[in-house]
């Protein structure tokens, strides 16, 4: 077996690391399906690579800032907050929680969305490479991350509600390494992860009115194999889940 490494997708380089897709017309790079629930596209669009200023209003596939986030807000009164002092007195009360900040001035749209969970949640991607070249990619989060997620899930009310999952959109190997098993070792670090980072359950939302190639999240079958439930039997676009 050849040697293998997963990387989070978290900075310029392991962004550069995400393969092209097995199907052409596609690339996980430019790729904003699952972020938009309106707009969102999975077409190869490489104006969406292109580096931003964060902050410049343009087209909303030009934009390098987070299009879901709720405009800013006036700060909330601070107790603690000096009069006419830039330095707010220490807060004995607030806890020392230190956190990174997320890429979002200066890098391409998409490693913007896959980055802005940082310090709170974490990564939202991985890449496993496989004697150092990419053979796989993976693309999760909660579920709050991903609109489309959410109003595909809201079709079916027999799905739990309470804790919310974690979500995969995307699972994906290049052409050169289909059926080596990359996508299922990549999804099991996922897996373990997720549980890590406190979520009880996660799912996967296949398409089965799209050939392989063209869909983000595999098929039933992939997903069974890895210890996922068919939580929802919809002959088009079923639920898979697996408890965490």
């Not at 009069?83 to 009360?93: R, S, V, W, Y």
Request: hydrophobic share 35%.
């Amino acid at each position: 077996m050849s040697p293998e490494r997963i990387v989070d997708v978290a900075d310029d380089a392991t962004f550069g690391l995400v393969p092209p897709c097995a199907d052409p017309r596609f690339d996980h790079r430019t790729c904003d399906y699952w972020e938009d629930a309106d707009r969102g596209s999975k077409a190869s669009r490489p104006s969406l690579l292109e580096v931003v200023p964060f902050g410049r209003r343009t087209t909303p596939a030009a934009l390098s800032d987070n299009p879901f986030a709720p405009p800013p807000r006036e700060p909330a009164l601070n107790p603690f907050a000096a009069d006419g002092d830039d330095e707010p007195l220490d807060n004995p009360f607030a806890p020392r929680v230190t956190r990174e900040r997320p890429l979002r001035e200066g890098v391409p749209r998409k490693l913007a969305l896959l980055d802005r969970g940082r310090g709170v949640f974490g990564s939202y991607a991985k890449v496993l490479l496989s004697d150092e070249e990419p053979a796989a990619y993976c693309q999760f989060g909660p579920l709050s991350a991903y609109p489309r997620a959410s109003r595909l899930r809201e079709l079916y009310p027999q799905l739990p509600q309470s804790p919310l999952p974690a979500v995969i959109t995307c699972i994906a190997t290049t052409a050169d390494a289909r059926r080596a098993g990359h996508a299922k070792r990549l999804v099991e670090e996922v897996c373990r992860d997720l549980a890590s980072r406190g979520f009880a359950a996660v799912e996967t939302y296949p398409d089965l009115t799209l050939i392989e190639n063209s869909q983000s999240a595999a098929r039933p079958q992939f997903w069974h194999d890895l210890g996922f439930a068919t939580a929802v039997d919809d002959e088009r676009y079923p639920v898979l889940r697996r408890e965490l």
